[in-house]
């Protein structure tokens, strides 16, 4: 009897450590997280989460790490990423808690849109000359009394971040103690800019989400963390139908309005006829 | 002794006055008139800012009160004017202003606010406080 107790508790133990191991393998081995945003109304793009407007309320929020190094995603930072949509913007929201570096940065680089066909995206499947533009929010003296933020909308050739003549999108963030909140908005659909990834409907994209202390020389070598996750713009929401009532409300509007105005254009024509007509009788 | 006879001082004075009178009433009748349109222009603006835009549907309560005190009291206006255009108007064409009349400006007053109840309220507030006001006029 004794013997059954402690198979069953080793077949326990054992569909335990598979299961647990598979979160494991999906955390840790690369594969990406796929977010689908949602369509909201637009945050206001300042750094601060206002709770008392439901600011990014309808964000889809997820959680991910920061890794040092993407071959081997190990001990990564927490980072809460929010994603969503609001008419033909995207916005991103960056949260995490570290020690403040004073020229801190967090970089949003995006790829051309990926393949459809693949079920799974890993890390690896990524090389840094697939990311051709990046959108940085970028401190100066964080903490200090000259603390500065601008956000630089850069295109990447050769693996060289150079500035966009034309910047697109924009970004802030604030840092409080030890809290980091970055905030980003960039066009769907509707860059005219060459050297910006055209983020179209219905297509993915991976984001590569990168953190450090800017050198003075190059992002590319100022990278101390980064991930990777696939993002899918989606298609406008169709506009909700017309209610009848107001419809009809509407049509009767514009008729009144006419009517109104044939009515004004009568009383004027009426009221001349009357002034010529007793100018004639004066004459 | 003279072929024509000469009128009499007062009858000239009585004819200058008459004539000065009308065409005050002319310029009355022209301006109340030119206001009226512009308050109709003005009420088709806000009406149609509202209908384009929703930005006046918003859920904060004094904002849609603010627009509704605007949208009567433009409305309100055009009553007012139109009112006074007619009314001239029908004095120099030697009649009263009749009952049908004052109705068909009320109906064409409320028939701007059909979007908003609260601009209905209002205006029809004003409206019935404007006649009363003429018919007490009239009656002192």
Redesign the interface.
Known sequence: MRKITVNILICIFIIHIVYTSNFLIIGGSGALKEIDPKFGDAPKIDGYINRSVNEWHNATKVNTYLYTNLSNPVNGLLINLWVMQSELDLYISIQFELDIYPNEFVGILISESVSEDEDKFEFDDFEDDDFEDAKIVQFSDLGGGNEKVEYEDNYISDAIFKEDPKSNGNGTAVVDEKKHTYEFIMPVNNSDEKRDIFLDFGEGYAFKIVHGEYDGNSYKDSIDRSSIVIIYIQYLPPPPPIDPIELI??I??II??SA??A??GF??Y??VL??KK?ERV?G | MSKFKKEPKQTLKTKKKI?SD?EFA?KS??IT?IL??FF?LLS?FL?GFN?LSGLIESHETHMEIIYALINSSVIILFFFFSLI??GN?KD??GKPVDWREIVLLIG?SL??T??NPLVFIFTLIGLILIVIYMYLVQEG
Do not use: D, H, P, W
């Open positions: 409300v509407r009767l509007l009144s309005f109104l105005g009515l004004y009383y004027i009426k009221v009357l002034k007793v004066k | 004539t009308e002319f009748v022209f008139a009226s349109g109709i088709l009406n209908m255009s007619i108007f120099l064409t064409l028939i701007q059909i979007r």
